[in-house]
């Protein structure tokens, strides 16, 4: 037992944990003993988990096409995710579903812009901008869902790859 009469070894990083006395707050560990400093505003460390680190990846699927857009081929990055973690079920469902919808916004896009280029189309250049904002959009919506652990299907999206 410790000074505040904790049983057992206690945590081994740094940071806020409930209270070994039982106080109801939370009182700093500083990696050797338990300090004086007491709060009822931190909330408890944590181990960080595998199920953070999904959710990082599933969000870096899609927030990377937006990065690869600096390159030229905005599937690069949702590629590369895909490559790397292909074994994780739910940054696969992510890294795939970005890939599709860059690989088919990419083929929307050279299409209208190859059609107004041939036709001088003014009303194409603007579906074109159209289809660029909504890519911007839909990939930042895509994004929250995959920060905040849920599944997302981007619309008008052919399917390459599952």
């Not at 088919?104 to 074109?128: H, N, R």
């Amino acid at each position: 037992m410790d000074a505040f009469g904790a049983p057992g070894p206690p945590p081994v990083a740094p940071g806020w944990y409930p209270d070994p006395a039982g106080s109801g707050s939370h009182r700093y560990w500083d990696g050797a003993r338990w300090t004086d400093a007491v709060s009822s505003a931190i909330p408890p460390a944590g181990p960080h988990g595998e199920r953070d680190d999904a959710r990082s990846f599933a969000l870096a699927a899609h927030l990377s096409a937006v990065l690869s857009l600096f390159v030229g081929l905005p599937f690069i990055g949702p590629l590369v995710v895909y490559a790397i973690k292909k074994d994780d079920p739910f940054v696969r469902a992510h890294a795939a579903e970005a890939l599709n919808f860059n690989l088919s916004v990419m083929i929307y896009a050279v299409v209208l812009a190859t059609a107004a280029a041939l036709l001088v189309g003014v009303l194409l250049l603007m579906a074109l901008a159209a289809v660029i904002l909504a890519w911007l959009v839909l990939t930042c919506v895509a994004a929250t869902k995959a920060g905040q652990g849920e599944t997302y299907r981007y619309p008008l999206t052919i399917r390459f790859v599952s």
